[in-house]
């Protein structure tokens, strides 16, 4: 893949974008209101719906792996960093797709990305355990990614109308 | 047709939320064992904050432990048993339970005592190294026994030179008393914990039925043979027994609850006693304080002492010569363990 | 821009969200719906008050585990139908003692390793407790 300075320029700052939006998630303690471990509002999600519909699907994945890798070195965490592959690499793949319908809008493309997310989760959950008791919290998580999806649906629409008529929509 | 598609997408999401909201609280149910004050312990609960309110209760756990236990060298208690007769503070907490148990000590003539713990000692019951101390011994260690050499005030408390006190009678009592305050707290709607031998059963079971409660066949303890069973809601148990912990040496048996009067294992008659009551907060702590000094004061000073009135509580005792004495409280929600061989007696 | 991507929901999207209830009602219905009271007999090991392992009994068959906590060793012993410590280091020797538990809520427990194996699941047991005091 060949990028042009001003593709990579793009590609770091979505990148960084990225990680300070899962940086400034984690202080929102979601897990108060609904008590399930790793619950999130997937708010970086915003970044690659932005990057997959301004950059390209290769684009918008290298700089999920970008972010994913990156945040779990920051995090010193890197049992999460299955997780959060799992996780991102299943939304991408269905908000790939879902995105190739041109009939979707923003918002569709989202939610469907925001449940494969989920469901990329807990299946790394139950690879990890060894059990199959994370399936439990699914049916709530995909219920949940109703909304977390429509609010990052919503934000990437504001974003798109707002950068409508700068150079950064017309690559 | 935006209109339509926004309400309808309105519509689903709400379906989404209400369908989350409407998950059976039954189904969100939470069990976890620990390890704390020397006993296993078993908390399970129900509900949406379930999982919150099981972990709650085992830092409680943990927390009374490292507070009150009486060989942790950081443990407040273990501070005031090597004061050497000086009065240090101990927290509002502590001196409450001193209190408490002091209250136990009077009502029941001291058949409850905090400050047996030398003597308790002196059988290795707290090391595991058993011996049977002789007589001179034990008349030394009784003379720093009783209510008289413990001072309290507010937060502060003291012990005459000599005397110890073992807070082990009554702390899982109290903790079973704070796992009902936080289950409570967590809107826990039905749920159970087992302290050892400290029952707490919260609700009825999911299945509208209450808990079916067994009380321990004295005669086989490490079978699953019940002297009588229980069914009930929102309920502290509390059973002591001679079985729970003994040695034997020269073919006579030595167990753990010892009389505070002759500082030998108290010998009544009795095998267990059992002590029941609602799950008012308090209660726990009463039930603990009660099997122990009801044991030592063998069935008919049990009896009246509960015919008294002075708390509110049920009882079920198992003799020595195969019977089962049932307050008449009890009656209608005790079955008969027709296998145990014992006869039942219902009391009034 | 690849693409000019649609900026207000529509009936496409609606379907999508759509999808995703059905799905999730469908995992509820799969995962809270077909456990009623029938859940297999499970045996729950944990060390120090954290679960450590859940085996299902009627899947594992006849196995042996090891259980190393707080410097003592254990070793388990599970058949389809039963559990049991057949050798401990510890100095008690309660956990062996205990011998093989078969039934739900039963539990064996070693104190000196502060490990616990408790049976969940499987047929409730006719005129059975849900606790034993004492």
């Given at each position: ?7 990579l ?27 399930i ?5 997937g708010?970086a ?5 932005f ?7 290769g684009q918008?994945?290298l ?23 799992l996780?991102?690499?299943t939304?991408?793949?269905?908000m790939?797709?879902?995105?190739r ?18 469901c990329g989760?807990?299946?790394a959950a ?18 949940v990614a ?19 008529h700068?150079?950064?929509?017309k690559? | 047709?935006?209109?339509i598609?926004a309400?309808l997408?309105?519509v689903?999401m ?12 039954d ?35 943990r927390?009374?432990?490292a507070?009150?236990?009486r060989?942790?060298e950081?443990?407040v208690?273990y ?6 007769g000086?009065?240090?503070t101990?927290?509002?907490e ?6 408490a148990?002091?209250a136990?000590s ?5 058949a ?9 000692s ?6 595991d ?5 002789d007589?001179?011994?034990?008349a ?27 807070l ?17 707290e ?5 749920g159970k914990?087992e ?14 039925t ?13 079978e699953e043979?019940?002297?009588?069973i229980?069914t ?11 079985y ?8 006579k048996?030595?167990?753990?609850i010892i ?8 010998d009544s008659?009795?095998t ?9 907060e ?6 603990d304080?009660?099997?122990?000094a009801?044991?030592?004061?063998g069935?008919?000073?049990a ?8 708390y509110?509580f ?11 004495v ?5 009656k209608?929600?005790l079955?008969?363990?027709e296998?145990?061989?014992y ?6 | 821009?690849?693409s ?5 929901p ?7 969200a ?5 799905l999730a009602?469908?995992?509820?219905f799969?995962v ?6 029938a859940?297999?007999?499970t ?15 009627a899947d594992t068959g ?24 057949e ?8 956990c062996?003692h205990?011998?093989?538990i ?9 104190l000196?390793?502060r ?14 407790v849900d606790?034993?005091?004492?």
């Open positions: 893949m060949k990028l042009t300075t001003k593709q320029t793009l590609c770091g700052i979505l990148t960084t974008l990225a990680l300070a939006l899962s940086v400034a998630e984690n202080q929102i303690p979601l897990s108060l209101a609904i008590p471990p790793g619950i999130k509002l708010l999600n915003i970044v690659t719906v990057a997959l519909y301004v950059l390209g699907p918008a994945m700089i999920l792996l970008a972010r994913c890798l990156l945040g779990a070195v920051f995090a010193g965490n890197m049992n999460a960093l299955l997780f959060s592959l996780g991102g690499v939304a991408m793949i269905v790939i797709l879902l995105s319908s041109r009939r979707l809008s923003v918002y569709g493309v989202s939610i469907g990305g925001a449940a494969a997310h989920n989760q807990i299946a139950v690879l990890t355990l060894g059990n199959t008791a994370p399936l439990y919290y699914l049916p709530v998580l995909l219920g109703l909304f977390t999806g429509a609010l990052t649906g919503t934000v990437a629409a504001c974003l798109f109308r707002a950068l409508a700068t150079d950064l929509m690559g | 047709m935006k209109r598609t309400v997408m309105a689903l709400i379906t989404g939320l209400t369908a989350c909201g409407e998950a059976d609280p189904k969100a149910r939470e069990s976890i064992q620990v390890i704390a004050m020397d006993t296993p312990m078993v908390f399970t609960a129900y509900g949406e904050k379930s999982t919150h309110a099981v972990y709650m209760a085992e830092d409680e756990a927390r009374l432990d507070l009150l236990s060989t942790d950081n443990s208690i501070q005031l048993n090597h004061a050497d000086l009065g240090i101990v927290g509002e502590v001196c409450g339970l001193i209190e148990a002091e136990y009077q009502a029941t003539g001291g409850f005592d905090i400050s047996i713990a030398p003597v308790v002196a059988w290795g019951f707290t090391t190294r058993y011996r049977v101390p007589e001179a011994e034990l030394e260690l009784l003379t720093h026994v009783g209510s008289e050499h413990i001072t309290t005030a507010e937060d502060a408390a003291a012990l005459d030179p000599g005397t110890q006190i073992d082990g009678g009554i702390a899982k009592g109290y903790a079973s008393d704070r796992v009902v305050a936080i289950f409570r967590n809107n826990v709607p039905r914990a302290l050892g031998g400290n029952i707490l059963v919260m609700g009825d079971k999911p299945d509208g209450p808990w079916r409660v067994g009380v321990q066949d004295p005669a086989k303890p490490d043979a019940y002297a009588a229980l009930l809601e929102d309920a502290f148990i509390v059973t002591s027994g001679s729970q912990r003994y040695f034997e040496e020269n073919g048996r030595y167990h753990h009389d505070p009067a002759t500082g030998h294992p108290a008659g009795l267990s006693v059992t002590v029941v009551a609602d799950s008012a308090g209660n726990g702590t009463m039930c304080a009660l099997s122990t009801l044991f030592v004061m069935e008919e000073r009896l009246d002492f509960w015919r008294s009135g002075t509110d049920e009882l079920v005792l198992v003799t020595e010569d195969g019977r089962v049932v307050t008449d409280g009890l209608d929600i079955t008969e363990v296998e145990s061989g006869t039942y007696e219902i009391v009034s | 821009m690849r000019s991507p649609e900026l207000r529509n009936f496409w999207d609606a379907l999508v759509l999808a995703v209830v059905l009602a469908g995992c509820g799969a809270w719906g077909g456990q009623n009271g859940a297999a007999l045996a729950v090991v944990s060390v120090d008050g954290v679960e450590t392992e859940r085996l299902v009994l006849e196995t042996e585990r090891t259980v190393e906590s707080n410097g003592y060793t254990l070793c388990l012993r599970l058949t389809e139908t039963e559990v049991w410590v050798e401990a280091d510890c100095p008690t020797q309660d062996v205990t011998g093989h078969s039934r739900s809520g039963q539990s064996i427990v070693c000196p390793a490990v616990i194996i408790t049976l969940e699941g499987g047929q409730p047991v006719d005129n059975g606790i034993v005091v004492g």
